[in-house]
Nanobody
Framework: QVQLVESGGGLVQAGGSLRLACAAS????????MAWFRQAPGKERALVAA????????TYADSVKGRFTISRDNAKNTVFLQMNSLKTEDTAVYYC????????????????WGQGTQVTVSS
């Protein structure tokens, strides 16, 4: 059974930083892709960043380019999201996702999802 467990969310002031982690278990995603999505109250879930696990190729939403960095540790089947210069509009539940194929990074369609971790940015 595949499980994705997120950690690192919390409350931070605007301009601050947080680092999220997502550990996958149950299968390896070294040939696939992993990603972070977020959902703010009243809004649809949207892609934040994605990474192809083998090559490290990344994709970012325009709203986070230059502020967020996605990275991975294949040996630990883990993906990270370093979030800097946080803004109040970054407040959301952040979800980790994993796909069996690298193509997930391109299509935005993923097979497995975590439970989410709350990130709250105060002004």
């Amino acid at each position: 059974q595949v499980q994705l467990v997120e950690s690192g969310g919390g409350l931070v002031q605007a301009g601050g930083s947080l680092r999220l982690a997502c550990a996958a278990s149950g299968r390896s995603f070294s040939n696939g892709a992993m990603a972070w999505f977020r959902q703010a109250p009243g809004k649809e879930r949207a892609l934040v960043a994605a990474i192809t696990m083998s090559s490290g190729t990344t994709t970012y939403a325009d709203s986070v380019k230059g502020r967020f960095t996605i990275s991975r540790d294949n040996a630990k089947n883990t993906v990270f999201l370093q979030m800097n210069s946080l803004k109040t509009e970054d407040t959301a539940v952040y979800y980790c996702a994993a796909g069996s194929s690298w193509i997930s990074r391109i299509t935005g369609k993923f097979d497995y999802w975590g439970q989410g971790t709350q990130v709250t940015v105060s002004s």
